[in-house]
């Protein structure tokens, strides 16, 4: 049967549009089992940027380690560059590369060393591994660093060089796994390293990278998929996302519980400390002076109001809050860990 897109949705890398696609993960650890990915789907196009955003345990490395065939999920089944992650788990292991936590580089080698070794732990002559090594150096702005121990470098020299030892092979791997790449790097690194991640996907790789970072997924990714206690509560660009919550959002401050408790169920956002609920608006002024004359006829409930656009924060802030609905009185019921405000140092 021909597809009526007329896509191919082969295996080889010439024909697949959709170079990372999963189905139905899950992952279940421990004694009682607890669940930490409860039906994943995705699928990320060929050179494209995707963003697995989520708070802390929401279940982005083990996602990132299912499909770097580190680990193996319960249920679910998942392909990667065309291939089956565990059935054809060495041809998946030849097309990625995968950026994490751990640290494969020798510190106290300096960084050409140590392109240099692993070009040759490719099976790379000695020749043609200079040559990589020189390549890359120059291509993640590292020459002028080369011939200096690794353990010199700066938190964002170190990412450069991890993602460069990540491309030593040749070919390049088509597909990168980047887990939290700029984490703790200050605001220039974390630039220079966006960078780089942009040029590898116009250059023709794919690349999934988690991160706690909104503005990073604002900036970076193609596509987003926010993962909230291992499902996926929301996907699509950061636009589609911002238009969940209306566009722009108007935050009132009520005068009084009772206000603030009626209106609770129709905020997006909610502050009981200073009775403020947010509330999803296209931001016309039309829209605005009716949703005020609606909410408040009498004008004695609203203290003040304020219009902003809204951010991935909202979208975040809303999909992945565990709570039940807030109420400005304290309850003594445990509340759900609230989503950590992320920081951008
Ligand atoms: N090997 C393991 N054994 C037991 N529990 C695990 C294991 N790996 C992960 N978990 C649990 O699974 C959940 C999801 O973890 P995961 O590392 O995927 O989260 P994450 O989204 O990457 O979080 P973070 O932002 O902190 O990196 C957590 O509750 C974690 O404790
Ligand atoms: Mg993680």
Redesign the pocket.
Known sequence: MTDPSGITAGAESGGATRTIEAYGLTKS??KPA?R?LDGIDLQVGRGSVFALL??????????VRILATLAEADSGTARVAGYDVVAERSAVRRSISLTGQFAAVDETQTGEENLRMMARLTGQPRAAARRRAAELLERFDLTTAARRPVRTYSGGMRRRLDLAAGLVGSPEPGVFFL??PTTGLDPRSRRELWAVVRELAVRGATVLL?T?YLEEADRLADRIAL?NR?RIVADGTAADLKSRVGGHRLDLVLTSDEAYLRLAGRAVHHSPETLTLGLPTDGSAAQVRALLDEIDPAGHEIERFSLHSATLDDVFLDLTSNATPSTPTTSNATPAPAPEAPTHV
Do not use: I, R, S
């Open positions: 650890y421990g607890v930490v989520g708070p802390n345990g929401a279940g982005k490395t083990t996602t887990d939290e988690t706690q993962l291992g």
